[in-house]
């Protein structure tokens, strides 16, 4: 039984660092699975975090030169993952850092050249994973449902709370996904304002009271109303949220309320229109799902609907990397890895671009 040893590499909207795992995959009477060995969670030093969050803004040139330093950067962390573990791999599958995506302007760029990744780790590379499917008239994403389908099909519903809100599940026998919204990105905004990265457990959240202009607000976007397949991002963020939160303002207290709230009804309605059958399973992974707050919230909100299933926390931490990785595996092995039915492109592909390191 052929061992697939991949790792792979994450870098989320939300900013919180470099995710990355060492993952084997194998194919037993046609079923895949898996296991993650190692794994390595990197921050940002403040002057990566602040060029990555301000990317979108910066010249052609300099944003060619951060995709540069970016690469090597990547490649350094990854070359000191396998030392420090002494690891044999087959491929390094890097999602990279998204810095644009307008997919309706047929545009998406993931930051971390694959060549430089390549040559600094001493590893082959694959990366790149969205813009074939853009090309193709897809939204690029979200690309994670490739993993829920062939790795995690015991669950009726899988959510990922991370920057944004995403969810896939089955549908008249294909896979359905799209990112239903927000999720720790404005929450990540707010608790920025007072010094913190983010609120542990939700719990200054927790003592907040509900902003009903505020919430009624966030609820009466327009993105909301899109039919999916349907993808977002940071300028969607920045554009129609920021704004709103700035506009309301109050105690941080009742924007973290408030937003979880918005939230988490945004999610209970996406998933009760599929009219799930009692006792039906959400598995929940992203950050969000160590927020207690959130999470309670959430069950709240979907009463009888669904049962929440929270993993253990590595695999809450690590899932996009796991499916970053396995992706690159179904690349090297020349089988889709991107579902058409997912980002409404006009077929499924195999998407990424491999890299060798220079001799």
Wanted: charged share 20%; hydrophobic share 35%; aromatic share 10%.
């Amino acid at each position: 039984m052929k061992i697939y040893k991949t790792i792979g590499m994450m870098s989320g909207t939300s900013l919180d660092g470099l995710d990355i795992a060492y993952c084997h995959f194998w194919k037993k009477a046609n079923q895949w699975d898996f296991e993650i060995r190692q794994t390595s969670a990197i921050s940002y030093d403040n002057d990566l975090y602040e060029k990555l969050k301000n990317a979108i803004h910066l010249t052609a040139e300099e944003h060619q030169q951060l995709h540069l330093d970016y690469g090597t950067w990547l490649g350094k962390q990854a070359k000191s993952f396998i030392e420090k573990h002494d690891l044999k791999i087959d491929i390094i599958a890097s999602h990279g850092h998204t810095s644009h995506h307008r997919p309706e302007e047929g545009v998406t760029f993931q930051l971390g050249d694959g060549q430089l990744l390549a040559n600094t780790s001493g590893q082959k590379v694959i990366c790149d994973f969205r813009s074939l499917d853009v090309e193709l008239g897809g939204q690029g994403a979200p690309l994670v449902p490739i993993g829920d389908e062939l790795l995690l099909s015991e669950y009726e519903f899988c959510l990922n709370l991370g920057g944004i809100s995403n969810i896939s599940f089955q549908k008249k026998g294909e896979r359905v996904a799209y990112d239903i919204g927000l999720a720790n990105m404005p929450l990540n905004y707010i608790t920025e304002k007072i010094g913190l990265k983010y609120d542990k457990g939700g719990a200054i959240a927790k003592g907040g009271t509900l902003l009903p202009d505020l919430l009624k607000a966030l609820n009466n976007l327009d993105y909301y109303h899109l039919p999916y397949p349907k993808s977002t991002g940071y300028e969607w963020f920045s554009s129609a949220i920021i704004p709103l939160l700035e506009k309301y303002s109050s105690a941080t207290e009742n924007l973290l309320h408030t937003v979880i709230h918005h939230n988490c009804e945004q999610i209970a309605f996406a998933i009760k229109k599929e009219k799930p059958e009692k006792g039906s399973q959400v598995l929940v992974t992203g950050g969000g799902a160590l927020n207690d707050f959130y999470i309670a919230t959430l069950r709240e909100k979907l009463g009888a609907s669904c049962e929440v299933k929270i993993p253990p926390k590595k695999f809450i931490e690590y899932k996009e990397a796991l499916v970053f990785a396995f992706m690159g595996v179904l690349y090297e092995l020349g089988q889709t890895n991107v579902f058409s039915s997912v980002t409404g492109a006009r077929k499924d592909s195999c998407s990424g671009m491999e890299f060798s390191p220079n001799s």
